[in-house]
C-alpha cells in the first residue's frame, strides 16, 4: 500500500483530525476570517473538519472544498472538487479567500514554487495558511522494515519557521498570525542524530507507508550499539530536548493581496 492509496482508505478518514487541537485549528482560523468576503475555497481540505464548522458559522458565505482524495469528500458538507496543487481547476481570483492547511509541507520540490503561484493566482483578496512550526524534520525519521531506507513519517518534506512562514508570497502580505496546537519541545536535531547514528533508533509509528517500496512497517532499531552507550545516548537526547522551550505546533497566517 502507497501513501497515496493509504489515504483513499475510509477507515482513516473516519479518525482523522479527531484530536482537541484540531478544534483549536478551527477557532483560530474562524477568528481570522475576513468580514468582506462572500466565496472561500478550502485547499486540501481533508474530511472537511474546517470548512463544514466555517460554512455552519457563516452562512452566507458560499464555501467550497478540494482535496485529491475522494473518499475525504464524502465528509465535506460544502460543494468539492478532486484536484491538487500545483493545478487546480478555477479560473483566477475565483474565490475572495483561499485557506491552504498542513499542505504545503508535503509538496515535492518540482512542485512547491507552483504551488504557491497556483495559491496567489485563484485567490481573489485573501490566503489563510497553516504549517508545521519550527519541526525538525528529523524527529520523524522512519526506517522502513523492507528496503531499510528513511523517510519522514508523516511525509513533511520542508519545515517553517516564522520568517520563512511570513514570507511565503509575493503578492500577498502577512496580516495576522497565530500560534495554536499542543506546546511540545522540539527535539534538536542534534539529538536526532545522535538517536539514528549512535543509538540506531528511529521515529516508532503504527501508520507508516514507505515512499519507495510501498511497505508500512517502520522499522524502530536499525542497528543496535553497545548498551551502555545507548542508554547515555538516551540520556544526552532527554537532556537536550529538556533545554528546548514549549512551542505551539502550528503557524497559521492570513495575508491580504498586496494591489487588492
Known sequence: ????????????????????????R???????????????????????????????NNSDVRAMGMDPFSEALQFVETPSVVASLPHTPFQSRSFDLVICLEVLEHIKESDYQRSLMELQRIAGRYLIIGVPFKENLMHKQAICFDCRKVSHADDHLRCFDEERAAGLFDQFALEQKALIGVRQRREPVFASWLRHNISGVYYKTDIFYCPYCACNVAREIQFQSPLLLRKLTSLLVRVLRRMKPLEPYWWIGLYRRQNA
Open 26 to 56: 478551527i477557532d483560530a482560523v474562524q477568528r481570522m476570517l475576513p468580514e468582506d468576503i462572500s466565496t472561500l475555497l478550502d485547499v486540501g481540505c481533508g474530511r472537511g473538519d474546517v470548512i463544514n464548522a466555517l460554512q455552519k
Open 1 to 24: 500500500m502507497t501513501r497515496s492509496n493509504a489515504f483513499e482508505d475510509d477507515a482513516l478518514w473516519q479518525e482523522y483530525g479527531r484530536t482537541e487541537d484540531y478544534l483549536e
